[in-house]
């Protein structure tokens, strides 16, 4: 499979409970985005990283919230003491890098906080 | 105001009618422009670029007006098969690199 793979597809957790959730970018593409999506509305950037590099941080991500790319492949977004806000589907997609063309989109991971 | 308005709908139009949607930005600085189309509980997929000249890809028309801020999608001979939502996305540089920033979606029903 040569697109972008997210881990898991659904996850209902209770509020309080810590969550992480895993992205395998496209192999070659050296730029990595997290985006949330809720219900009715479009994806709202989150954060993304060049290679191993985590450049951008949106005023979203709250300090609950750390995302990492340690080896500049697949990155992690964890989210400590969850609340029912958090309920979302988190989207990753990646790019080459030359521009803003080629975004691939993962499947996403939808999160349920109950 | 929000970066990318779209009005939200939902479109209901017959098999084979033509269905415009229209988008407008805030952000004169903006770079590139798109339609991604969303189908339901699935990522979102590029649709295809806007040009300021106007591109068409089959049945479907992009156009771009920088002046005004406003982006349009036209799609002509509906299938069932176009009943999606259609997001427009714009970038443009905010900190270390240009994103991508969508609407809120235009959803659209193809009907028999």
């Known amino acids: 499979d040569t697109g972008v793979s997210q881990d898991p597809r659904h996850k209902i957790t209770k509020r309080g409970q810590n969550v992480t959730f895993r992205c395998d970018p496209i192999?070659?593409?050296?730029?990595l985005y997290w985006y949330r999506q809720t219900l009715g509305q479009g994806p709202e950037f989150l954060t993304y990283f060049q290679n191993e590099a985590q450049l951008e941080k949106s005023r979203l991500l709250s300090d609950r919230f750390s995302a990492e790319r340690p080896k500049g492949s697949f990155s992690t977004l964890e989210i400590q003491r969850t609340e029912q806000g958090d309920s979302a589907m988190y989207l990753c997609?990646?790019?080459?890098?030359?521009?803003?063309?080629?975004?691939?989109f993962g499947s996403g991971t939808r999160l349920t906080v109950v | 105001r929000k970066e990318v308005e779209q009005d939200p709908g939902p479109f209901n139009v017959p098999e084979g009618a033509t269905v415009a949607f229209n988008c407008t930005y805030s952000?004169?600085?903006?770079?590139?422009f798109f339609w991604y189309r969303q189908d339901c509980r699935k990522e979102p997929k590029l649709l295809m670029s806007?040009?300021?000249s106007g591109n068409e890809d089959g049945r479907f028309t992009a156009q771009l007006n920088r002046a005004s801020q406003y982006i349009s999608l036209l799609i002509r001979d509906s299938k069932l098969s176009d009943s999606a939502t259609y997001l427009c996305?714009?970038?443009?540089?905010?900190?270390?690199?240009?994103?991508?920033?969508f609407g809120t979606g235009t959803r659209l029903q193809v009907t028999l």
């Open positions: 806007v040009y300021s």
């Open positions: 192999s070659e593409h050296n730029r």
């Open positions: 997609a990646s790019s080459p890098g030359t521009g803003d063309y080629g975004y691939t």
């Open positions: 952000n004169s600085a903006s770079q590139s």
């Open positions: 996305v714009v970038s443009f540089l905010t900190g270390t690199a240009s994103k991508l920033t």
